[in-house]
């Protein structure tokens, strides 16, 4: 069993930077896939971008702004938004996927992660 919690939401204007933490209690924190979500108000949930086991393998929706990176020692991954736009105010989850991929293939489905956080929200004002 695995307890996520994220933290780092915040109004931020647009142009600006947060950087999400999502800190996990339990065991086997390495072995997990972290991934990110967002979900803005009366969409469906999209996923964002998924650092893999060892942290040497990210993967993205869209390649630019976001980065996402992982602290093994801490039991932390992170998610960090550059140059946020009105358009990326949602609410940011991460997740954890306790399936290994071979390199080129990655976690971007809900369905392919075992735990989730409770989510953190971002807002961007323009």
């Known amino acids: 069993q695995v307890q996520l919690l994220e933290s780092g939401g915040g109004l931020v204007q647009a142009g600006g930077s947060l950087r999400l933490a999502c800190v996990a209690s339990?065991?086997?924190?390495?072995?997990?896939?972290m991934g990110w979500f967002r979900q803005a108000p009366g969409k469906e949930r999209e996923w964002v971008g998924v650092?893999?086991?060892?942290?040497?393998r990210t993967y993205y929706r869209v390649e630019g702004r976001f980065t996402v990176s992982r602290d093994d020692v801490k039991n932390t991954a992170y998610l960090q938004l550059d140059n946020l736009e009105p358009d990326d105010t949602a609410v940011y989850y991460c997740?954890?996927?306790?399936?290994?991929?071979?390199?080129?293939?990655?976690?971007?489905?809900?369905?392919?992660?075992?735990?989730w956080g409770q989510g953190t929200q971002v807002i961007v004002s323009s």
């Open positions: 997740a954890a996927c306790w399936k290994s991929y071979y390199a080129g293939i990655y976690p971007n489905q809900p369905r392919e992660y075992n735990y």
């Open positions: 339990g065991r086997d924190f390495a072995g997990y896939a």
């Open positions: 650092v893999m086991q060892g942290g040497r």
